[in-house]
């Protein structure tokens, strides 16, 4: 059984490519709902958040967990790993090398919360990957907190994000990373400013092909989802046809429950 979580519906975009590339595989979702968006936090109510569900995901039965959050994986990654060290943690950061390999202009946009913004991770990230390739950075600051509203395709949150993203295109950026995993069920916002322009780069589907590698033989497991959330379950549920998830609900093991994680 693999574990994911996310401060709260983002993970969804990673859980989905997991099912997908794992469709026997038992796969539990946290949504940390009590506490989203985690972007505006401070490191350290990252860290005890990330090590309370993780510990409850291992307790549960978890063999594998998914921090499918680029903001937690930034601030908390390296701690759940030295707290369950026999339990494989697989990370999310944003595509910055994908994004540089693909760029033909030297310049990328990196669109992520305001705290993956400021951390030291990404810096090192894009030490390590774009050398030579200029990174725009651009912190979104609401972007998670519209998702969780599934309130997606608003005229003046359109006209905001493209105001946001216009002088990184201007400037000839030609790869837009979505740093956040809320931010991959913001495409159908994103992709008509990019399009021509830029192209989106989004990491699901290499940290479900990372799965793949590190999962054990799903035998006796049955491809059953679990959903559980920190608050307001039924919200998360209710979410799968709005952000285009319809065919995960035959998976579904019951209703999504509430637990005090
Ligand atoms: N989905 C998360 C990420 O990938 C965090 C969004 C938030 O809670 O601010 O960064």
Same mark, same amino acid.
């Not at 913004?117 to 972007?143: F, M, Y």
């Not at 290499?206 to 033989?217: D, E, F, K, T």
């Not at 035998?219 to 039924?234: D, F, I, N």
């Given at each position: 059984?693999?574990?994911?979580?996310?401060?709260g519906l983002g993970g969804l975009s990673v859980l989905a490519a997991i099912a997908r590339s794992l469709p026997l595989t038992d796969l539990v979702y946290f949504a940390d709902t009590a506490h989203v968006p985690y972007g505006d936090r401070d490191d350290t109510f990252i860290r005890q958040r990330v090590l309370r569900i993780g510990h409850h995901l291992a307790d549960s039965g978890c063999r594998q967990i998914v921090v499918a959050c680029n903001t937690a994986t930034?601030?908390?990654v390296?701690?759940?790993?030295? +707290?369950l060290?026999?339990?494989p943690v697989v990370g999310i950061e944003p595509g910055v090398k994908p994004a540089v390999a693909a760029s033909k202009s030297g310049r990328i946009a990196v669109l992520t919360t305001p705290s993956t913004a400021r951390s030291e991770r990404l810096a090192r990230l894009i030490r390590q990957h774009a050398k030579n390739t200029h990174v725009d950075v651009l912190p979104c600051p609401g972007w998670a907190t519209r998702v969780e509203t599934l309130n997606l395709s608003d005229a003046d949150f359109a006209a905001a994000a493209r105001r946001h993203l216009e002088p990184a295109l201007e400037a000839g950026a030609d790869q837009i990373v979505l740093g956040?995993?809320?931010? +991959?069920?913001?495409?159908?916002v994103l992709e008509p400013i990019a399009?021509?322009?830029a192209a989106l780069v989004d990491v699901a589907n290499a940290v479900a092909r990372q799965c793949v590698r590190l999962a054990h033989s799903s035998q006796g497991a049955s491809g059953r989802l679990t959903l559980l959330a920190s608050a307001h379950p039924e919200r998360l549920q209710a979410s799968f046809p709005v952000l285009g998830l319809s065919h995960l609900a035959p998976r579904l093991a019951g209703p999504a429950r509430l637990v005090t994680a």
């Amino acid at each position: 059984m693999i574990g994911v979580f996310d401060s709260g519906l983002g993970g969804l975009s990673v859980l989905a490519a997991i099912a997908r590339s794992l469709p026997l595989t038992d796969l539990v979702y946290f949504a940390d709902t009590a506490h989203v968006p985690y972007g505006d936090r401070d490191d350290t109510f990252i860290r005890q958040r990330v090590l309370r569900i993780g510990h409850h995901l291992a307790d549960s039965g978890c063999r594998q967990i998914v921090v499918a959050c680029n903001t937690a994986t930034a601030a908390a990654v390296a701690v759940l790993r030295e +707290s369950l060290p026999e339990i494989p943690v697989v990370g999310i950061e944003p595509g910055v090398k994908p994004a540089v390999a693909a760029s033909k202009s030297g310049r990328i946009a990196v669109l992520t919360t305001p705290s993956t913004a400021r951390s030291e991770r990404l810096a090192r990230l894009i030490r390590q990957h774009a050398k030579n390739t200029h990174v725009d950075v651009l912190p979104c600051p609401g972007w998670a907190t519209r998702v969780e509203t599934l309130n997606l395709s608003d005229a003046d949150f359109a006209a905001a994000a493209r105001r946001h993203l216009e002088p990184a295109l201007e400037a000839g950026a030609d790869q837009i990373v979505l740093g956040c995993t809320h931010y +991959s069920f913001l495409s159908p916002v994103l992709e008509p400013i990019a399009t021509g322009r830029a192209a989106l780069v989004d990491v699901a589907n290499a940290v479900a092909r990372q799965c793949v590698r590190l999962a054990h033989s799903s035998q006796g497991a049955s491809g059953r989802l679990t959903l559980l959330a920190s608050a307001h379950p039924e919200r998360l549920q209710a979410s799968f046809p709005v952000l285009g998830l319809s065919h995960l609900a035959p998976r579904l093991a019951g209703p999504a429950r509430l637990v005090t994680a």
